[in-house]
């Protein structure tokens, strides 16, 4: 058993040079000065003690309670003076306990363990574990008092008071229900517990935790099938629910919020979807002969699961689309859906409906014949409520090509768009997606995905091997739609969806991009790149259009050495000498044009701003 006792003591006196708002030099021996109103003093008195268990016990019972039990208590006092405060004291009280247990790993059936030989399904139901037991619980309650008193010297009546007394409770439960499917639940609970400062043993003979003030709850799911490896899916649905009390003056009100999230992600491998049915003759061949005993065992019974077709004419067309797809790398595919509604100073006595905390239902009442009872949202005040809901959707797609060793090309396409719909306000929208822009107000253009290019071993070219050790090009290229709308309220007439303005950008960062680097000891490392960027706001008939040029290069030198001086008797003694060289050189220019009609020509365009710069 652990039970350490900590005890700290820290005194600090600090005095100032000179008079405080003069030049008045500090003097110990003047009369008619008490040095310590200008002094400012410090004082820590600190008291920790702990109880926790080291070791495992044999009993049953104490394995399950004592084992995993932890206390811990903490007293601090300050102290504290100087030229405006006669004394400040500040005492801080804190005492938790908390309470840990990870269930064991074997606590699982498995009925379907007879299918195992079964065809297809035999490894997804035969392997399937369910655990009757969550993973881990634990839970943990927290008390934090606090009093300050503080003196001000100007008048001795104008005296300072606080006190604080809370309490903090946490749960959290972490479940697996099977290897693929986990569920973590947490709950916070904070309380004020200022009623009880003179009456602490209360708070347990009458169980009584206090006002509540704010309470949240998070639950995250998590369901990653493993049976599927050409997918590699991962699904999760991740609620979150707050509450949080309001008092102003004798009113109270509260605040609630639920949001949630829904994502899915997927690895979509074509080249292992196509070895389902197919094996390749030299893969055949090396797993084959690879190793012996267990890592053999282990690939025969993996080859096991897998269909190898063995007609001719299948094998020679799955064998071309294997070679197609083996170039091609993992599609990478995540999609998101995001909600949160608001209400603020609804009635602090209301019961929100559990479908409200976990995500699923916008409103925090309990629903009845489909009817919700919007009635009971006021409260009985003159407070004003209000509501707000957001919805948001994001698409993510993206994969590289491997054209060759040499080359690989990436690519990334993303869609985005949110909806927000305030009680007091107009809705908005705002849509974006990736883009091309062409023509002058860039509408013209068309949805494209992102993309990437590095090619590298070019320094194996005809004679260049012999004077560069690696040379590279690199090109990307970036592009973006965006789009913002909302409600427009014109003399009582609501018109859905006003477009409000439109943005349009491509970044080439870099159109071209080369790095070199030369052979032998003290190599030379050059780098430039040309970067093209484009933004173009269009409001209603009004356009703008920015335009940026950069160039960047960096050329740099390295070489390590130095200087051996021969001692006798004595080991040689070495003096590094290290050089570096580094020489950057930049140029930018930046263009804006502006026109406040559609225009058809370039020309037409007022130039506003055109800047040139280097370094």
Request: charged fraction near 20%.
């Amino acid at each position: 058993i652990k039970t350490p006792i900590t005890l700290g003591y820290t005194n600090s006196i600090a005095t100032p040079k000179y008079h405080p708002g003069s030049d008045i030099l500090t003097d110990e021996e003047n009369d008619n000065f008490d040095i310590e109103t200008i002094q400012t003093k410090s004082e820590k008195i600190s008291f920790t003690t702990s109880f926790n268990k080291s070791t495992r016990s044999t009993n049953w019972i104490l394995k399950r309670t004592i084992d995993n039990l932890s206390l811990n208590f903490s007293a601090i006092q300050n102290n504290k003076s100087n030229n405006q405060i006669l004394k400040e004291i500040k005492n801080n009280y804190e005492a938790s306990t908390s309470y840990s247990y990870t269930f064991g790993k074997e606590n699982y059936i498995s009925p379907f363990a007879f299918t195992k030989d079964w065809i297809v399904i035999g490894s997804i139901l035969g392997e399937a574990r369910y655990y009757y037991t969550p993973d881990k619980i634990s839970a943990s309650v927290q008390f934090n008092e606090a009093i300050s008193r503080k003196i001000q010297r100007v008048s001795i009546d104008d005296t300072t008071k606080s006190y604080s007394f809370n309490l903090g409770r946490k749960f959290t439960l972490n479940h697996k229900f099977t290897k693929s499917l986990s569920s973590n639940y947490t709950k916070q609970i904070d309380s004020n517990l200022d009623e009880f400062r003179y009456n602490k043993l209360d708070i347990i003979q009458d169980m009584n935790p206090g006002l509540v003030k704010s309470i949240s709850e998070k639950l995250t799911n998590t369901y990653s099938p493993d049976f599927l490896d050409w997918l590699d899916p991962t699904i999760t649905y991740n609620p979150t629910y707050n509450w949080n009390l309001n008092i102003i003056d004798t009113l109270s009100t509260a605040n609630v919020k639920s949001s949630s999230t829904f994502k899915t992600k997927i690895g979509l491998s074509l080249k292992e979807l196509v070895e389902l049915v197919y094996t390749p003759e030299n893969k055949g061949r090396s797993s084959s002969s690879r190793g012996r005993g267990r890592g053999r065992s282990s690939s025969t019974i993996k080859n096991k699961k897998k269909i190898n077709v063995k007609n001719p004419v299948l094998r020679f067309m799955l064998g071309g689309v294997h070679t197609v797809v083996s170039k091609l790398n993992k599609i990478s595919s995540t999609y998101t859906y995001t909600t949160a509604h608001d209400y603020n100073n609804i009635s602090s006595d209301l019961i929100t409906s559990y479908l409200y905390r976990l995500g699923v239902q916008e409103s925090p009442l309990n629903e009845s014949g489909g009817t919700l009872f919007d009635d009971e949202l006021i409260t009985n005040n003159n407070l004003v409520g209000s509501s707000s809901s957001n919805y948001g959707n994001d698409l993510t797609v993206s994969t590289s090509i491997s054209l060759t060793r040499a080359i690989v090309t990436s690519l990334d396409f993303r869609y985005s768009n949110s909806l927000t719909i305030p009680s007091t306000a107009s809705k908005t929208k705002n849509e974006s997606f990736t883009f091309y822009p062409l023509g002058l107000r860039g509408d013209e253009g068309i949805p494209i995905s992102n993309w990437s290019i590095n090619w590298s071993g070019i320094e194996k070219w005809w004679f260049m091997d012999k004077f560069f050790k690696s040379i590279n090009i690199s090109h990307g290229f970036n592009g973006e739609r965006s789009m913002s709308s909302k409600d427009e309220d014109n003399d009582g007439v609501i018109r859905d969806d006003e477009l409000q303005n439109e943005q349009y950008t491509f970044n080439y960062s870099p159109i071209i991009g080369i790095t070199t680097k030369t052979k032998g000891r003290s190599p030379i490392t050059f780098k430039v790149n040309y970067n093209l960027n484009q933004t173009i706001k269009k409001i209603d008939e009004t356009t703008e259009r920015n335009h940026g040029n950069q160039i960047s290069s960096s050329i740099s030198f390295k070489k390590s050495g130095g200087l051996t001086i021969p001692v006798f008797f004595f080991r040689d003694f070495f003096i590094p000498n290290d050089m570096d060289f580094r020489l950057d050189f930049n140029w930018a220019k930046d263009q804006k044009l502006m026109t406040s009609t559609v225009v058809d020509n370039l020309a037409d365009f007022n130039e506003q701003t055109n800047n040139t710069s280097w370094s």
